[in-house]
């Protein structure tokens, strides 16, 4: 130790010792203190360098590197070099070699200015745990003592504390804990250091800990798609099958390999005629259909009624509405958009209100809309979903029969009853992402996220609704040539700009939406009008109105981060809002707000 302390203390002296009281080798013990606080800094930024390539991926080598990073770095060396610092001065008082050359010693020897002749200002002051533990001395002197061997420790460990974080950022808090926790046991283990040495080397540490941040903020924490891809487990090869020998007898009863069915065929109306097929067999009767298979069908979405293959699309009925022979009562109009009219209907058959959409006119483009929109709702099974129960063939066109939700938009209630809380917010934030990961599993792009999409019911619950312009992956084009589809408030930047739509989309969108519900106002502002909206999106400009003071503000940044590589997945808002509700003491479930009576009900 003392060879390290000395070295130390040498390079410190020739860098930095200005002939100022209190003394040369006092300003280089400064100095020396300010090397010793770059060990930490090193430490932290070898695992900030780790985790951007790791993410939270946390197994047995990556907490060793972590543990090992803070013992070392941390504690040990720093410790090692303080001990070597005091073994110096303390020798020298008490004429042993030090590891300075003489000229040096000699120096160390002089008195200057009020501290008297240095050796005996180092070498022959009382231990830290003698001076706390035994207090002795006026009081001026005896409180700049508690100041300079407690206060600044605690103000050094304050900024440990925050390195150690900003090292451990997009992850759990725990991992931290090895990166401080060894500062906690350079302080004890610095107590049998002299206490003027000790003060001064913690007064050079503390500046450095300080700018210890600046490179840790400059590194950054690990990309959200480290971080996801942390979280996945690796797939594990299927076992090798081992080849069965059957009998020729069971080889011979087995079935025939299965032959897809070919497309089917583009829809026609019950008006309309198709050609007469050639009949080569005498018709066979349609068996009886099985009754509490159908009730169960529409009660719960699942697979649509599609005809088999080989000849039109076969409805459940031949009509909708009770004077067409069906079985819906209109009620009344609950609105109008894109493609269709939504009424409020009467199921007589189930005794139960529904929404029922039903296309204006039944041209190529309705009905391939009509029936994507089919095919996504029914293949998404949410609570926080709108459900698809049914769809019907009608002289009108084609119509969804949807669950119906009583409610407020979320952009009414957010009008009406003020902006949200963190809580609420976070809420809602976990239960769309929900419904929205809900609907990418299977394949399904929302994408038109927004606070009129979002309907909250009388108990205070979101619910995510419109999948009019929701599409599976693989499909045609949703509209006509270059019609931009969805709302350009709430468009991400690459929608606006005329790229496809991804998952990366609808969290963007989502984002806005829990952005407004925050704040009353889209994250980018309001424009004159949807072409400037439009034109505001797809350049990207500047989101002037995120909720500056909530606790969200920084996931919220991030998730509206313009490059759709750089936001958050779903996957991790959901991890992040759900730990940020557990340590508030809340639960992921529960009302975002609360509707009062005579709101308007929508679908």
């Keep these: 130790m003392v060879n390290l302390g000395s070295s130390l203390l040498s390079f410190a002296h020739g860098i930095f010792s200005p002939d100022l009281c209190p003394g040369d080798w006092v300003w280089a013990t400064v100095m020396a203190g300010a090397l010793i606080g770059l060990f930490p800094v090193v430490g ?20 060793s590197v972590i543990a090992a990073a803070g013992g070392f770095f941390v504690f040990l060396m720093p410790w ?36 008297g002749p240095e050796v005996e200002h180092f070498g022959r002051s009382s231990l830290v745990y003698d001076v706390l533990i035994h207090p002795s001395g006026n009081t001026p002197i005896l409180l700049l003592r508690i100041l300079m061997l407690v206060g600044l420790p605690g103000l050094i460990f304050l900024f440990i504390w925050l ?8 992850g759990p808090k725990w991992p931290a804990r090895l990166l401080w926790l060894p500062f906690v046991l350079l302080v004890l283990g610095n107590g049998m250091v002299s206490a003027n040495v000790a003060s001064y080397l913690w007064l050079g540490f503390l500046p450095v800990s300080i700018l210890g941040l600046v490179p840790l903020l400059v590194i950054g924490p690990p990309s959200w798609s480290v971080i996801e891809r942390s979280y ?38 019950p008006g309309q005629a198709g050609p007469t097929p050639t009949r080569v067999a005498p018709p066979m009767a349609d068996p009886e259909p099985d009754r509490a298979a159908l009730a169960k069908l529409a009660a719960d979405p699942g697979p649509l009624p599609f005809a088999s293959p080989g000849g039109p699309p076969r409805p459940t009925q031949t009509g909708l509405w009770q004077n067409h022979g069906g079985r819906f009562r209109k009620l009344k109009p609950l609105g109008q958009g894109g493609f269709g009219t939504v009424w409020l209907a009467r199921d007589t058959q189930l005794d139960r209100t529904v929404a029922v959409k039903l296309a204006h006119a039944p041209n190529a483009e309705a009905e391939a809309r009509m029936l994507r929109e089919a095919r996504a ?16 063939a009608d002289p009108d066109g084609l119509g969804i029969v949807m669950e119906y939700i009583e409610g407020q938009q979320l952009a009414d209630a957010v009008h009406e009853g003020g902006a949200l809380g963190d809580v609420a917010a976070a809420r809602l934030w976990v239960t769309m992402a929900g419904a929205l990961t809900a609907a990418h599993a299977k394949g399904v792009l929302h994408r038109d996220v927004k606070p009129a999409n979002v309907i909250v019911d009388p108990s205070g619950n979101p619910h995510l609704i419109d999948f009019g312009i929701a599409r599976s992956e693989g499909d045609s084009t ?5 019609m931009m589809v969805g709302t350009p408030d ?61 606790a969200h503000l920084r996931l919220l940044t991030a998730s509206l981060d313009a490059d759709p590589g750089r936001r958050p997945t779903l996957a991790a808002v959901t991890r992040e809002m759900s730990t940020w509700l557990n340590h508030s003491g809340q639960g992921a479930e529960g009302p975002v707000t609360r509707i009062m009576n005579g709101t308007r009900p929508l679908r």
């Design 44 to 63: 932290m930024l070898l695992v900030a360098l780790v985790r951007k390539g790791t993410g939270n991926t946390y197994n047995a080598a990556t907490i």
């Design 80 to 115: 090692l070099f303080s001990m070597g610092v005091y073994e110096v001065f303390h020798n020298i008082y008490l004429g042993e070699p030090s590891g300075l050359n003489s000229a040096e010693v000699s120096t160390v020897m002089q008195g200057d200015c009020w501290v």
């Design 163 to 170: 390195q150690a974080r900003s090292a451990m950022r997009r």
């Design 232 to 269: 996945q487990k690796p797939q594990q090869p299927p076992p090798p099958q081992q080849p069965q020998q059957q009998p020729p007898q069971a080889l011979q009863q087995q079935p025939p390999p299965y032959e897809p069915p070919p497309p089917l065929p583009p829809y026609q109306a």
């Design 377 to 392: 709702l029914a293949a998404v099974h949410h609570p926080h979903c709108v459900r698809v129960y049914d769809i019907i």
């Design 478 to 482: 949703l509209t006509a040539a270059g």
């Design 490 to 550: 709430f468009l991400a930047p690459e929608t606006a700009s005329g790229k496809a739509a991804t998952p990366a989309s609808d969290a963007w969108q989502l984002a806005a939406t829990v952005s407004f519900a925050l704040t009353g106002q889209p994250p980018r502002g309001v424009r004159d009008n949807a072409m400037a909206s439009l034109m505001a999106a797809a350049k990207g400009e500047p989101l002037s109105q995120l909720p500056h003071r909530s």
